[in-house]
């Protein structure tokens, strides 16, 4: 039976090549039109895992996400780095001069925009998706419609790359965690990240007390977002993504602060994603 994959968006989306990346092709996605649908399918056994984006090298954290992960029972049981690589896709036998209009998500468009305004002639249409303009274009056979989506929905569409890899900036990427109902006790070798949630008393210093503290114990910290807690006056949570190289350290390093903190929650612990 086919592991079943939430994620955000249509097929052919990048969530769907970041899954497929990390749990191979012989998965069955299960289409979510927001990432709290991604939370609530995982959590209520719909699906297997869960796959959300987290924070891109470009335009930063995704904040609304880190939010859910606070509020949701889920555990973060990995991580994958995907390389955002953007095409210009058509009917099959049409080309470049064929086309009147553009359509795709609006970040995909602003992605494309030095080698889109070459192009004056065409014709801008935001859309919901990537992966859905590159539907729209086969379900309506649109001869004069281009559209701009990874490499996976022109497969999947059967739709020629008339213009690959379009993006401007070339090292564009985005981190995608891998959600689970339960924690991950099975690496093929020691894990090395982890992921948790921590508050600090409005007192000066505490939370430079907690950051050394984690230092001295040879831990890289790769990622601290802080969020103003509801109806607390100038208090804050933290997220925080730890990088050792033995479970040992963040074990001791755990062991030092959970005394100096509040309601620290540990997300999941995994081994550090590749880049693909």
């Known amino acids: 039976m086919l592991l079943k994959i939430a994620i955000q968006g249509f097929e052919g989306c990048f969530h769907q090549i970041a899954a497929r990346h990390y749990f191979g092709k012989g998965i069955a996605i299960v289409p979510c039109a927001t990432f709290s649908e991604v939370s609530r399918n995982v959590s209520e056994e719909k699906a297997d895992f869960g796959v959300m984006a987290i924070e891109n090298s470009i335009a930063g954290s995704i904040l609304p996400n880190y939010h859910l992960l606070q509020r949701s029972s889920l555990f973060v049981i990995g991580e994958i780095y995907l390389n955002i690589r953007q095409h210009l896709m058509m009917m099959p036998g049409q080309a470049l001069e064929d086309i009147q209009e553009v359509h795709s998500h609006p970040m995909a468009l602003l992605q494309c925009m030095d080698y889109l305004e070459k192009h004056p002639q065409w014709r801008l249409v935001e859309t919901e998706d990537t992966a859905l303009s590159a539907r729209m274009v086969r379900q309506h056979r649109s001869k004069h419609v281009a559209a701009i989506a990874g490499k996976l929905a022109a497969e999947l569409f059967e739709l020629d790359v008339v213009a690959p890899n379009i993006h401007t900036e070339k090292k564009n990427y985005t981190r995608f965690l891998i959600l689970s109902r339960k924690e991950n006790n099975q690496f093929p070798q020691e894990p090395n990240k982890s992921s948790l949630y921590f508050q600090t008393s409005n007192i000066h210093g505490s939370l430079a007390r907690v950051l050394t503290l984690i230092a001295e114990e040879g831990i890289n910290l790769s990622k601290l977002q802080s ?25 001791r390093a755990l062991e030092l602060i959970t005394p100096i903190t509040e309601k620290l929650r540990v997300l999941g612990v995994y081994q550090q994603g590749k880049t693909v």
């Open 227 to 251: 969020f103003p807690v509801p109806g607390g006056e100038w208090q804050y949570y933290f997220h925080a993504d730890m990088e050792f190289g033995r479970m040992d350290q963040f074990r």
